[in-house]
Every structure is written in C-alpha cells, then in structure tokens.
C-alpha cells in the first residue's frame, strides 16, 4: 500500500504538488498575518521586561513636590522619584527646533542606551538622541543652547555621547504646545541643581511580581486625597498671597488716585488761567479788527495780531493821503482868497484913507462953504467905492473863515487817526507779548497734561497688570480649584507605544480576511483533486475489493496521498507562517520603531484552526470521498460509471448567440460548466488573484500618492519660522508670509496641532481648504473651527458638529465650520476672534509660514542670526522623511503581489492538469480526428482562457473592496492613506492576470501533444 501510494504521488506529482502549495499557502498566511500582531506584542512585552521600561507615570498640574513622592511611594509596590523635564527651543550649529529635555539622573539613566560616546559625568554636559546624529548632523563636542527654559538653571551644554531611549518605540518624538508642534528629539541633561524644587513628573519602579493594573487602580483611587493635600500646600498660600497682594493693589490704587486727582486740579486751574488769558487776547484781537471793520481769518495769536497790524498801516496810509489831499487842496484855496483879500486890501486901503481925509475934511469944513457940497459929493464917491469894494471882500472873509474851520477839523481828524492807529500798535504789542506769554504757558500745560496723562496711564496700568496677574492667579486656582492629576501608563508615557500596539492589532485584523482567499481556494483545489484522483482509480478500488481489502484499506491510498501532501505543506506552512511572514512584515514595520528583532515561535492557539481545516478540506475530503466509492458494489467499481446526463446552459437559451456560435465554442461554454467545483475554483483563485493584485498596487499609489496630494495640492508654503517677539523678513527673499498662532491641542485622545489665523481666508492662502471627495473649496467661516478629514473620521465629526479639544488640561467647545482635505499629522483652524471668544486667551503669534524659491541653509542662517527666532524648517524635510517612512510599505506589496502569483500559478496549473488528465480520451479522439497540435491545445485551453476572463470580473469586484478595506486596516492614526483606487492600477493589474494565465497555458499546451492514443481510446471491453 505504502508503494502505491508512493507510485501515486510520482504518477500525479503535480496534483500533489498543488495540494503541497495551496496548502501550505493557506496555512502560511493564515497563520502568518494573524501572528504578526501577536509576535510584535510579545516582542515589545519581552523587551519592556527584559529593559525594566518604565511602568507607569504621574504628572500633576499643580507640580510634584517631595511630600507628593512620598505620598505615592507609600501607596503604589515600589517607589516613585520625582524627575524634571520640559520642552524647550534648542539651538546648535546643525539644527534648531523644540526638543524634550529630561533630567539625567541614576533612575533616569536605565531609560538610554549608548550608542556612541559616554554617559554625562559632569555638569553641562548631556546625551542627545541618536537620530539628532543621523537626521540633523549633530556631533559629538557640539554645544546646544537653550531658549526659554524654566526647569534648568544653565543654557549652554555639551554633547558627550548619543543614546536611544526606551521611552521612545518609534522615530517619533510626540508633540509640543510650543513651536510648530513637533519634536525633533530628546536631551537628557546632567544639571543636578534646577530652577525649582517643584518636579514635573514621579515614575514609579514597581517590585518584580507587582501588577502594573492593580498599581494603577490604587494610585487613581488615591487622586482626591493627594490632590487635596497638594492643593493645602501649594494654592492654600498662594492664594493668601494673592488677597494679600489685592488688598495692597486696592491701597495703591486709592493713593494713585488721590495723588493724579490733586494733580489734575492744578492742571484744571493752570488751565482756567490760560483760558482767560486767551479769551482777553482773543477780545482785543476782536475789538481792534472790528475798529478797523475787518474780517478775521482763523490762525494763530501771531498771525491774526500781524493781519490787524498790517490792516491798520494799510487804512493809516489811507486815511492820511486822503487828509494830506484835503488839506492841500484847502490850503491852496486859503492861498486864493488870501490874494484876493490882499488885492482888496491894496484897493481898499487908499479909499479908507481917502475915506478918512474927506471925512475929517468935511468934519472940518462949514456945511455952508461952496467947498462943502463938493467934499460930500467926493465923500459919497468914495463911500460907495469903498463899499463896492466891502462887498468883493465880504465872501473872501467868509471862505477864509471857513477855510480855517475845515484845517482844523482836518488837523482834529489827523490828531483822531496817529490816536486810533497809535492804540493799535501799542495795543498789538502788548497782546503780542500776551500771546507769546500764553503759548509758552499752553506749552507748559501741554506738557504737563501729557506728563499727567502718561504717568497716570503708566501707574494705572502696572497696576491693572498687576490685577490682571493676580487675577489669573485667581483663575488658575478656579481652574484647577485643587488641581488635576494624570496617572499614565506605558501607552500614555512611551512614544510609539499604543501606534504599535494598532499596528498589531490592524495586521491581525487584516489577517482575519486576507488569507480566506487562499483558504477558500485551498479547500476548491484539494476538492477537485482528490475527488479527481479518487473517481480515476474506481476500478483499481474494485481490484482491491475483489482481492479482499476492506473498504477501509482500500481508501488509505487516497487517504495517505492526500495526507502526505497536507503534511508537508502544514510543515511548510507553519515554518512560513510562524517564522518568514511575521519576520517579514515585522521587519517592514521597524524601520518605524526601535525594537529588538521579533521573537517568533508556534503558538497552537493560531495553528489548529488552519491545520484542522487544511486537514478536513485535504485528507477529510478523501477519506469522505474514496469511502464513499469502496462502500459502492465491486461489480459496479469495475465498470466505467456512467457520464452525467448533459444540462443546457444559460447561453443556449439566448438562440440568436447561441446558433451563430461554432462548435467548437459551443463545447468550450458547455464544458465550462460541467464542473461546479472546478469552475468555482478558478473564479476565486484566478479572480483572487487579480484581486490581490489590485490591492497591492492600488496600495502602493494609495500610500506613496498622499506625499504629493499633501505637499503639493494641500500645503501651498514652504516652510516656517518659530519665533518669539518679532522677525526681520526683509533679509531674506519671500514669495509671501503669514503671521499665525501655532499651539499644540488635545482632541481625545490624540495630539493636534491648532493654527490661527487672523482671517482663515488669508491663512487659505498657503493651506488650500479643499473637500476631498468634491475637489470644491470649501467655504471659509471665521466663526467656528475647520478641522483636518482624518482627525474628522477618528472623532466621528462632521460639520455643525461641536468640536472638543483641550489645552493645558482645559477644555474647550467650539461649532465645526468645515472639513478639509489633509492627509499627514491632524490639524485645526481657527480665527483670532473665535480663538480668543472660546478660550479666553490673548492670541501671540509665533510661527510665519512662508513661500519662497531660496530653500537654502543660507536662508536659514540669515533669519537664526535673529535672537528672536527659534527655528526655520522647510516643507522639503518633512516630505522626505514622511517619504523614506511611506517606503517601508513596499515590502508588504510585495509579499501581496508574490502570493497572487503563486495562487494564480497553482490554480492554472492544477486546473490545466486535471483538464488533460480527465479528457484523455476526448483529446485522442480529437487527435485522431486530425486536429492539428496547435488546434488541439485551442480546444483545451481556450476554455481557460474564457474562465480567467470570468475570473476578472469577479477580480476587480473583490480587489475593490479588499482595498478599501485592507487601506482602512494600514491606515496609522496620523495619516490618512489615499482612498482612491486608480483605473491605471485596475488594468495593471487585469493585464498582468491576464499575462500570466496566457504564459501558463501556452506552456502546458505542450502536454496536449503527449497524448497516447492507443492508450486513451481503449475501451473496458478491451
């Protein structure tokens, strides 16, 4: 029996050799995928053991004092020590960026490794993170700087070695609340004194046997009471100092009040002087003006007292030209009259006097004397002369008398105008000097009121900074009223920690469906084989039966057939499974963590389950089927059994394809149908294939496209500055820059990084607001929060939603305004004016995002040369690192990709064999008929051919959504894989399918010609 089973093995060596593979495929990657993730558990267990990582952490936001360490020593079975650390802005001549700094300490110590150098001895001295040497060009002797530390006293140190630490399981270094966000890397400090006695954190180191849980359980029962007495000890007297300081702010404010009152009363009384100054000046100003009947323009004291001067020498000027005409137009008329009367006088002078000689002539002669009447007659002549002459001389007198009254009004007049104008300028001057005197006066009060105002705002507002500091001190103590404690364990404290304990969980989870394709195939293969194998040897079944063999014996040439071939493959596939893919895929994943190498080893739990259903599907199958046919009538055994009653198929019942189809063809689709198993199993095994396929290269462009999506169509800068206080930008060339506020937050249980914007439209500028699935911007709302696509799906969030997240242990709600298209690190949005309603919290910005084309160390030099800038880093950094981490996928692909090809082989190759072997008969008809070789092969592997074609179309069904789901499973919490499958993927993929089962078949259209006709056409009646 051992010989014929051996003799069956060499005479369908290739059935057996399928059964091997597909076993052992099936086993391999059932057991392989699923015991990754708990391999990579067991590893990271051993090694956290083995290295005494630390167990547990307690963080306190009223700090840790020594009262607290014994408080916690007391509970937990072990002790706690109270160690320092922070994150801080750290400067060296290779890089610039916010590191975390630990207090080097004995206990601290068993957290590194060295890697290079030695361990800090003296003080200023430190060990910095080995990456920091591989990724930023930091070398031992260099010296690091730190900026804004309020834990260590120094800030200069030394590296004297490189370390890896084991509170560290990956490359990454956890995120901050100051900078950009991100850590570079860790310090740890040998400074023995601090800036406090206040520490940060207490780690506990539990006794051999403790249970971490159970430690954990009592420190957090404990948290009310060691708030309390912490609070008694550090709020109890700081809020005493407070009142204290309240009540001498209040006597301050009262003193600063009276002192400005008196002040501003002196003030008030300069300034009533100066206001009755000015209205005196201002009413002669006004009265002059309007005894010159002029009109004011406005302008100064000067200015107008100069216009009414020059006002009044222009109607001076006037007012005695037109005098000096008058009164040389009347002197020239007294000229005139005097002449006249001078004539008069000249005429009238020898008529009085010869008036006066007859006069007295008469007087003297007798009335009677013949002389007499003469002397009258002359006397009368000259009477009337003399009075013709008086009247010509009346109205000359007159004039003259009138000439003389109007020169003197005139001389009045002149005596009324050098008196107007005369007033005026003494006037002038003396509201001259008075205007000089009140503007050095306002000058004085001026300045005084300015000198009141400042020093009165400057008092009042130190001591409104010194209210709003004791104010927050009051607000610090409402918010953590007595504080808020954090017991955190290893997933909490290690970097890395619970993403690699996803990671196993998502590969284990991944394992629960990708292996049933070959499960499902592996069940079909051996199936059709065995039943095969079995319905071939009926009549060798009868021999046996006739010869006396129980049916039990004459079914273990089936049966140990069928178990050679599973056991070899079960060997094969437990070694493959339990040691060559978990070593795989591990391998692929440490890049990305620093672990030790994985600790392999079979695991029953995970291999019964594959061996029982491997080994029910292989040697239950046969020992099912050959007793089945030994339990039938030898006579009947030993007979040919009858063919199956032939079935129409859909295909005929279309007539009108049917008939025009030659006969060739019509065979072809009747006898891909005849056999329900076989044609199942190249659906799922060819389409399982294909399928594989596309998720392997959907994979690939699913991952590697997320560094172009994400730095190329979502961020639109360069790179940014982390400063404190201002930045000089005109030294370096910039395309664009925007000032922002960049603050690390908390939204569950997952770190995040806020920006904020003075006006999220500009912000969009340099990030681009896009939905994913739409490609349309969003619309951009200043009154809530836009928060990234990943962070949206973790957080089961959408938009109107409200947002939750924490800073410094407080929480905080806003309204989401939109979801945007993000694919690394989680990110949210918000305004100026939504930040500071929400939070309460003065926006300072510390972070310019900038566009440039001179990405050069130059640039970076230029801008570190400022005092006040941290660090300058370039977008191009993060895209190469998140680019070498995106790599390390590769290997999966292509264990993805290997195994479709050796399912596509395996069931091309079987079914291929079993076809020729089945329809030997058929195929030596067919030869003697005189089917030409290569007709022959057409016959039999044109329906191959059509089958792979079927099994496409359930390939790219299956591909599409093992896609999704395997990119869902792959996914880590910080990016967000590309969700999109690309046709380009879909046809490589149905090609290469395709390719492959067109190769396999035409390399066994050879066999077609091996047929043995003589053999093949015998007959039982021969």
Request: hydrophobic fraction near 40%.
């Amino acid at each position: 029996m051992v010989k014929d089973i051996l003799r069956e093995i060499k005479a369908k060596w290739l059935q057996f050799v399928a059964i091997l593979l597909i076993t052992c495929l099936g086993v391999g990657f059932f057991v392989g995928i699923r015991v990754t993730g708990y391999d990579m558990r067991k590893t990271a267990d051993l090694y956290m053991e083995t290295h005494d990582v630390l167990n547990m952490e307690f963080r306190h936001t009223l700090g840790i004092d020594d009262a607290m360490i014994e408080s916690l020593s007391e509970l937990v079975d072990g002790k706690a020590v109270g160690v320092n650390d922070t994150d801080s802005f750290v400067k060296s001549n290779s890089f610039d960026g916010v590191m975390k700094l630990i207090e080097y300490t004995e206990l601290t110590g068993q957290d590194t490794t060295l890697i290079e150098g030695e361990l800090p001895k003296q003080s200023h001295e430190l060990v910095a993170d080995h990456i920091l040497k591989d990724q930023r060009g930091l070398k031992l002797g260099d010296i690091v700087e730190i900026k804004d530390n309020d834990v260590f006293e120094a800030e200069s140190y030394k590296v004297v070695g490189f370390v890896e630490s084991s509170r560290y399981m990956n490359l990454e270094r956890g995120n901050s609340q100051i900078g950009s966000g991100n850590i570079l890397g860790f310090l740890y400090i040998n400074e023995p004194v601090a800036k406090h006695d206040i520490y940060t954190s207490a780690r506990f180191y539990l006794n051999e046997g403790a249970d971490v849980d159970a430690e954990i359980k009592k420190v957090k029962a404990s948290e009310d009471v060691l708030t309390q007495a912490r609070y008694e000890r550090a709020i109890a007297p700081e809020l005493e100092k407070l009142k204290d300081a309240e009540a001498e702010l209040k006597t301050a404010r009262e003193e600063a009040e009276t002192q400005f009152a008196d002040a501003k009363k002196q003030l008030n009384e300069g300034k009533s002087k100066l206001d009755g100054l000015y209205t005196t000046i201002d009413d002669g100003i006004y009265k002059m003006a309007q005894g010159l009947d002029m009109e004011l323009a406005a302008g100064s004291f000067e200015k107008q007292i100069g216009d009414v001067l020059r006002v009044s020498q222009e109607k001076q000027v006037t007012a005695q030209a037109e005098l000096d005409k008058q009164r040389g137009e009347l002197t020239k008329k007294q000229t005139e009259v005097e002449a006249g009367l001078a004539q008069i006088k000249a005429q009238k002078d020898p008529l009085q006097k010869q008036y006066d000689e007859l006069e007295q002539a008469i007087e003297s002669t007798d009335p009677s004397s013949p002389a007499y009447p003469e002397l009258v007659k002359q006397f009368e002549m000259v009477k009337a002369g003399l009075a013709e002459i008086e009247k010509k001389e009346q109205p000359l007198i007159e004039a003259q008398t009138k000439l003389t009254d109007v020169l003197a009004q005139i001389d009045a007049k002149q005596t009324e105008i050098d008196t107007l104008f005369g007033e005026i300028r003494t006037n002038s001057a003396v509201l001259l000097d008075v205007s000089k005197t009140y503007d050095e006066g306002l000058a004085t009060y001026t300045k005084q009121e300015e000198t009141y105002r400042s020093e009165r705002a400057n008092a009042f507002s130190k001591i409104d900074e010194a209210q709003q500091k004791i104010d927050e001190g009051y607000g610090e103590i409402e918010a953590n009223r007595t504080g808020k404690a954090f017991v955190l364990g290893r997933e909490d404290v290690l970097i890395g920690y619970r993403e690699f304990y996803q990671d196993s969980d998502r590969i284990e989870a991944i394992g629960q469906v990708f292996p049933l394709i070959f499960f499902g195939v592996a069940i079909l293969v051996t199936l059709s084989t065995v039943s095969r194998m079995v319905d071939e040897s009926r009549m060798q079944i009868g021999v046996y039966k006739a010869l006396g063999y129980s049916w039990f014996k004459t079914s273990l040439k089936f049966v140990g057939f069928a178990f050679i071939a599973w056991f070899l493959g079960s060997i094969l596939g437990i070694a493959l499974g339990f040691y060559f893919i978990p070593t795989l895929i591990y391998d692929a994943y440490r890049i990305m963590y620093l672990t030790p190498e994985l600790e392999t080893g079979i695991i029953l739990s995970y291999a019964w389950l594959p061996l029982l259903v491997s080994f029910l599907s292989s040697v239950g199958i046969a020992m099912v089927r050959s007793m089945k046919v030994s339990r039938e009538m030898t006579a009947n055994l030993l007979r040919p059994p009858l063919p199956k009653s032939g079935q129409r198929i859909f295909l005929e019942r279309i007539t009108f394809l049917w008939e025009r189809m030659s006969f060739l063809y019509k065979v072809s689709m009747r006898n891909l149908f005849r056999n329900k198993t076989r044609f199942l199993m190249t659906v799922i095994g060819i389409g399982g294939c294909c399928g594989l396929l596309i998720t392997g290269f959907g994979l690939r462009h699913s991952i590697y496209s997320i560094i172009d999506k994400h730095f190329d169509q979502v961020i639109n800068y360069d790179g940014m500055i982390t400063y404190n206080g201002s930045v000089d930008l005109t030294k370096v060339e910039l395309d664009g820059s925007i000032e922002i506020m960049s603050e690390g937050i908390t939204v569950g249980t997952r770190d995040a990084q806020l920006f904020v914007a003075d006006d999220l439209k500009n912000l969009n500028q340099f990030i681009n607001f896009k939905d994913r699935k739409s490609h349309d911007d969003i619309v951009v709302d200043n009154s809530g929060v836009i928060i990234s696509e990943k962070l949206a799906i973790l957080e089961d969030l959408n938009v109107g939603d409200s947002f939750t997240f924490e800073i410094l242990d407080r929480e905080y709600q806003v309204p989401i305004t939109g979801v945007v298209e993000n694919y690394v690190m989680h990110y949210a949005y918000m305004s100026d004016e939504t930040y500071q309603r929400v939070t309460g919290n003065e926006v300072k910005d510390n972070v310019i995002l900038f566009q440039t084309d001179e990405a050069s160390d130059t640039f970076k030099t230029t801008l570190l040369e400022q005092s006040d800038v941290f660090s300058v880093s370039f977008l191009r950094e993060m895209r190469d690192s998140y680019q070498d981490a995106m790599g390390n996928f590769d290997i999966v692909i292509y264990v993805v990709v290997g195994a479709a090809f050796a399912l596509e082989l395996i069931v091309l190759l079987n079914l291929i064999s079993m076809n020729l072997s089945e329809r030997q008969k058929e195929l030596a008809t067919l030869k003697v008929l005189g089917f030409y070789p290569k007709e022959l092969a057409q016959y039999i592997l044109r329906e191959n051919i059509v089958l792979t074609i079927l099994s496409l179309f359930f390939g790219v069904f299956f591909g599409y959504y093992l896609h999704k789901f395997v990119i869902l499973q792959a996914e880590i919490d910080a990016v967000m894989f590309n969700r999109e499958l690309l046709w380009t993927s879909v046809a490589t993929s149905i090609a290469l399918t395709f390719i492959i089962s067109i190769i396999i078949n035409l390399l066994m259209a050879r066999r077609t010609n091996h047929v043995n006709m003589s053999e093949a056409l015998k007959t039982f009646d021969d």
